[in-house]
């Protein structure tokens, strides 16, 4: 009897503890996903949005300014945090011409104004201009792109011409919407969905067979059995009072003929009784 009674109590603790880590996963899920909405999903999505040439282009720095003071530096080609104050800032601007970046040779580069489709146009690591490390850095970002006369590959939106990034990469974006989506949402859901099938009653009622004890079989079988007697006595009527041709006076009349009829039947045996002869 006691082994039993030690896998039930196994049982039950392993259901406690499993529902409190599938409960702790969903509410973690929800927070991380409020937390990717701002992080990846909205930078990913505006970058789609904004339609880049999936192409490099040839893009030449033409001005650098390091600005200091939160007045001064109204925007910044590179920004480590994307909700943090800024008082030191790099602003530079390059120009870019519709020529791949696959193709160029410095050695025969015309540097020609003509040939600039954009010029004195703003430069951004991402459409966002913010980032965290170690994916971004800001640093090496500037010593990059931050001099002037150096040629190196952009991308230009094809939606806003003057919006020009250093790195873009579709298929990355898109992985990274989709992961963004599914993995927090999915892991949400199915914690959820199985607390709410072991612990809601309707599906416990579903799943769980109850035993009746022994000493309770008979009074439970007999109950159910009057039970089923006072249903049928209420079918019957239902069916005799919902049958066509129904007439309330028809049915009072029969009642009062076997009424009269009953009263006869006693009234003979009364008098059959009285005078029948002694042996």
């Known amino acids: 009897m006691e082994e039993p009674e030690e896998k039930e109590s196994?049982?039950?603790?392993?259901?406690?503890?499993?529902?409190?880590?599938?409960?702790?996963?969903?509410?973690?899920?929800?927070f991380i996903f409020m937390f990717l909405i701002p992080w990846i999903l909205d930078p990913s999505i505006s970058t789609l949005m904004a339609n880049f040439d999936p192409e490099p282009v040839v893009c030449m720095t033409v001005q650098s300014d390091q600005r200091r003071g939160?007045?001064?530096?109204?925007w910044s080609s590179c920004k480590h945090g994307c909700t943090t104050e800024q008082f030191e800032c790099d602003q530079i601007y390059v120009n870019y011409m519709h020529f791949p970046w696959a193709k160029y040779d410095a050695s025969n580069f015309d540097n020609e104004d003509n040939l600039w489709v954009g010029v004195g146009v703003p430069i951004f690591v991402n459409i966002k201009a913010c980032g965290y490390p170690p994916k971004i850095n800001c640093s090496v970002f500037g010593d990059r792109h931050g001099r002037e006369n150096d040629v190196f590959p952009c991308y230009y939106s094809r939606v806003d011409p003057n919006m020009v990034i250093t790195s873009y990469d579709w298929n990355n974006e898109v992985t990274s919407i989709v992961l963004a989506l599914l993995v927090p949402n999915?892991?949400?859901?199915?914690?959820?969905?199985?607390?709410?099938?072991?612990?809601?009653p309707g599906c416990q009622k579903r799943r769980c067979q109850y035993q009746i004890p022994p000493d309770q079989e008979d009074a439970s079988?007999?109950?159910?059995d009057g039970e089923d007697d006072d249903e049928d006595d209420?079918?019957?009527?239902?069916?005799?009072?919902?049958?066509?041709?129904?007439?309330?006076?028809s049915l009072g009349r029969r009642q009062e003929g076997d009424m009269k009829n009953k009263q006869q039947e006693e009234e003979k045996d009364r008098d059959t009784s009285i005078y029948l002869p002694e042996e």
Not at 20 to 27: E, I, R, V
Not at 70 to 74: G, R, T
Not at 186 to 200: D, E, K, P
Not at 221 to 224: D, E, G, P
């Open 10 to 30: 196994l049982l039950t603790r392993l259901k406690y503890y499993t529902t409190l880590t599938l409960g702790t996963t969903a509410c973690l899920s929800s």
């Open 70 to 74: 939160m007045k001064n530096c109204s």
């Open 186 to 200: 999915v892991l949400c859901g199915l914690s959820l969905g199985i607390v709410s099938y072991w612990w809601y």
């Open 221 to 224: 079988s007999n109950q159910q």
């Open 234 to 249: 209420d079918d019957d009527e239902n069916e005799y009072d919902e049958g066509e041709g129904y007439d309330k006076g």
